[in-house]
């Protein structure tokens, strides 16, 4: 059972709309990460925080914004949507050098948010 | 060049068939390689870890890294439906930070 939830988890909505996707996690941990995965493209990380008030732009640059007021929610927010931003998010958190696998970033993932911009 | 080279596929093999997913990577400084599975609709998930080279096993599936050719494996033995996912490569470096993904290879086991 996933320990971290991400809502919606499918939305359609017209150009130039305000959208925030919410990510929950209850494992504590302090990582949290924004992905983007297209059909046939490899996940690319968007945003990612190491704790509370730290957040940081990823290897691929979005036009969305997060923030990291709680260590247990990473919300991502779209200004004005278009359709370019048409795509599946997945957030993730870890941490780092935990047990079973010491030293490697182990992502747990959320289900997805697919989100359609008209 | 990409970091990670995966073929996307997809791979359609009939069940009890043995599988052999791949990915090359450019860096020889990466130390951390992982497999995870996603399922349609679904986050990936991890499924295999192994650190710098060697084999690991877990039940019906192997991982198995070659460093001298940058060249890791996922094996599946006696494939079901339910192993019907895409399978992503991830690497990353002695830091364990940053994760270089595959583009994940389509899988589909057929009764």
């Known amino acids: 059972e996933a320990d971290i939830y991400q809502t919606p988890r499918y939305l359609v909505i017209g150009t130039g709309k305000k959208i925030t996707l919410e990510c929950s996690q209850t494992?504590?941990?302090?990582?949290m990460y924004w992905y983007q995965q297209d059909p046939g493209m490899e996940l690319h990380l968007i945003h990612y925080s190491y704790g509370v008030n730290s957040t940081e732009k990823g290897d691929l640059s979005s036009e969305s914004t997060v923030s990291r007021i709680r260590t247990e929610h990473f919300p991502l927010t779209l200004e004005s949507a278009r359709p370019s931003h048409t795509s599946q998010y997945l957030c993730a958190s870890s941490d780092l050098g935990g047990a079973p696998t010491p030293g490697a970033n182990v992502l747990t993932f959320g289900a997805g948010s697919r989100l359609t911009v008209l | 060049q990409k970091e990670v080279e995966q073929d996307p596929g997809p791979l359609s093999v009939p069940e009890g068939a043995i599988v052999s997913l791949n990915c090359t990577y450019s860096n020889s400084a990466f130390q951390y390689f992982m497999w995870y599975r996603q399922y349609s609709r679904k986050g990936p998930e991890l499924l295999m870890y192994?650190?710098?080279?060697g084999n690991k096993e877990d039940g019906r599936f192997t991982a198995q890294v070659d460093k001298s050719s940058k060249y890791i494996s996922l094996f599946i033995r006696d494939s079901q439906p339910s192993d019907s996912a895409t399978y992503l490569c991830a690497i990353s470096g002695d830091s364990g930070y940053a994760l270089n993904f595959g583009k994940g290879t389509s899988l589909l086991v057929t009764p």
């Open positions: 192994t650190y710098s080279s």
């Open positions: 494992m504590g941990h302090d990582k």
